[in-house]
């Protein structure tokens, strides 16, 4: 099973808003409301950023939104800060043969 | 606090095998399943296994079955990887991570490195 599909790169300024899309198919982002997205740091260890497609975990800020559409999942960070520059990956249950795939990651930079 | 720590990373031979640890705590460990995730150096996260809360399920990456066991022993909170016939591209930091629930990772450790060489 491939990865799921991210942008290698997505920029903007900061206050400004990004998405960052995550495509998968109809077996894994779109059969199931499983989306997660992750934030790493450089030589840190990954962050939950969202769970459920759109769920945020205490502490992330609500800047940090989910959605989905199909088979095609998104992060949209609105109001950008200098520390949101990151690699950020989307992550997705694919049921019992392949459980969880993951994205090829999106490095984030802040312009 | 929640904490989980990984151990037992190393250089290793290709060809050889290698288990790796991961120590829970700060939660009832024996209610959420574990995962290990790897990632090689300047590439991608990597699912590799998830383990239940029970131990009676165990999933694991196509492109691994076959080299991989992954099993727990909740009397010591911890979950266990063990890798078989490593290549060099299994070199890798190595990351635990728990399970919310929901097929999302919301603590995980700082991993542990994996060098596979000669």
């Known amino acids: 099973q491939s990865a799921l599909t991210q942008p290698p790169s997505a920029s903007g300024s900061p206050g400004q808003s990004v998405t960052i899309s995550c495509t998968g198919t109809?077996?894994?982002?779109?059969?199931?409301?499983?989306v997660s997205w992750y934030q790493q740091h450089p030589g840190k260890a990954p962050k939950l950023m969202i769970s459920?497609?759109?769920k945020r975990p205490s502490g992330v800020p609500d800047r940090f939104s989910g959605s989905k559409s199909g088979n095609t999942a998104s992060l949209t960070v609105s109001g950008l800060q200098a520390e949101d520059e990151a690699d950020y990956y989307c992550?997705?249950?694919?049921?019992?043969?392949?459980?969880?795939?993951f994205g090829g990651g999106t490095k984030l930079t802040v312009l | 606090q929640v904490q989980v720590v990984e151990s037992g990373g190393g250089v290793v031979q290709p060809g050889r095998s290698l288990r790796l640890s991961c120590a829970a705590s700060?939660?009832?460990?024996?209610?959420?399943?574990m995962h290990w995730v790897r990632q090689a150096p300047g590439k991608g996260l990597e699912w590799m296994a998830v383990?239940?809360?029970?131990?009676?399920?165990?999933y694991y990456a196509d492109s691994l079955k076959g080299r991989l066991t992954i099993s727990r022993d909740n009397s010591k909170n911890t979950v266990y990887l063990q890798m078989y016939s490593l290549r060099g591209e299994d070199t890798a930091l190595y990351y635990c991570?728990?399970?919310?629930?929901?097929?999302?990772?919301?603590?995980w450790g700082q991993g542990t490195l994996v060098t596979v060489s000669s």
């Open positions: 991570a728990r399970d919310v629930g929901t097929r999302a990772f919301d603590f």
């Open positions: 700060g939660f009832t460990f024996s209610s959420y399943g």
């Open positions: 383990i239940w809360s029970d131990g009676n399920n165990r």
């Open positions: 109809s077996s894994d982002v779109g059969g199931y409301n499983y």
């Open positions: 459920e497609v759109t």
């Open positions: 992550s997705s249950y694919a049921g019992s043969d392949n459980y969880v795939l």
